[in-house]
């Protein structure tokens, strides 16, 4: 399980990555740093969430917290979670 | 950047381009980042600027929440504190009942005023206030989120709601949360239930007046913005396919240029 984390955590870097670029905030961004804080637009995270689907072969459901969606650790939990 | 008006008060704008100046006034959902978008093509030509509602945003928050004639008197205010004569007003929603008393109250100081979703109603405002009134029931009594999840669908049109899907819907909320408090929200929609509401009063409104819906406001139909357009002295309508209660969200671009193009005919014709 830690492991699994971890990976999703590093893939969902990625994909900031792949949006913003390796110079952009993701760089030193924290696993636990509120993204928005961080100055992720909303319309960058609806592309996060998009990619996201893409990459982890889910689908977002309306009804989740918005503490899911605040940082890379929360939104690589909820992807594990799905797994289990 | 901040300007001081009455009472040590300080609003918060931004202030973009060159040219006519348009004056965008915030619903009470609503902060001055999130014009930069719906605004950009607008401030190629003309002077765009946008501020956040005292007791609002990042403007100051007074003990006592504002009334409407303290709005009003904001935007004189932040005219004067910027050292312009006249604007033209682009409001939104409940902000249109703020255009109309600025118009009225301050006839020299508007130029034009675009009234784009509006919570006026060609025969009064009863069914805008009975959903501003729902609306606050659900934030005091189940938060901002189960607000959020109340007025999407009401607020956005249909297409644009199954374009964005669910991370459209997931996305915007993180927007929401982080531009407004729940005491903010709470002040505004109780002041957005007070004031003048009778159609009445549109007559007596001289600046030329854009309505522009979308075809798709759950609020008001286009036949009734019509009908609201022709209470006004000089008033004009647009409609947007489409298009729901904030209709420069569903096409940016084609809602400044409606706006644009408001503006150069009343310039013209000056």
Known sequence: ??????????????????????????????????????GLSSAALVSLLVRMEDAFGFEWDDDIQPEVLRSISSLADHVVALRV | MRARVRDGVELYYESTGSGPVVLTLNNFFMTTPAWRVVTDELSVAHRVV???LRGHGRSSHPETYPSWDDHADDVVGLLDALEIDKAY???????????RDVALKYPDRVKGIVLAG???????????????????????????????????PEVFGAEMIEELGTPGF???????LALSTKEDLTNGLKLALTGESSP???ARVQAPTLVVIGDDDVLLSPSGAQELAAKFPDG????MPGAGHLPFL?????????????????????
């Open chain 2, 250 to 270: 569903d096409d940016a671009s084609g809602f400044q240029a409606l706006v644009a193009k408001f503006v150069d005919e009343v310039e013209a014709n000056a």
């Open chain 2, 200 to 202: 009445d009063l549109l």
């Open chain 2, 236 to 239: 004009r309508c647009e409609i």
């Open chain 1, 1 to 38: 399980m830690p492991d699994q984390v971890t990976q999703t955590r590093q893939r969902i870097r990625e994909l900031l990555v792949e949006m913003h670029g390796p110079d952009s905030f993701v760089r030193n961004v924290s696993d636990t740093v509120s993204l928005r804080q961080q």
């Open chain 2, 50 to 52: 946008s501020y956040d």
């Open chain 2, 118 to 152: 509006p919570a006026l109603g060609p025969r009064g405002m009863r069914r805008h206030r009975l959903v501003q009134r729902a609306w606050l029931l659900t934030l005091e009594h189940h938060g901002m989120a189960a607000l959020y999840a109340h007025l999407y």
């Open chain 2, 170 to 176: 997931l996305g915007l909320r993180e927007s929401f």
């Open chain 2, 89 to 99: 007003l682009l409001s939104t929603s409940i902000s249109t009942v703020l255009a």
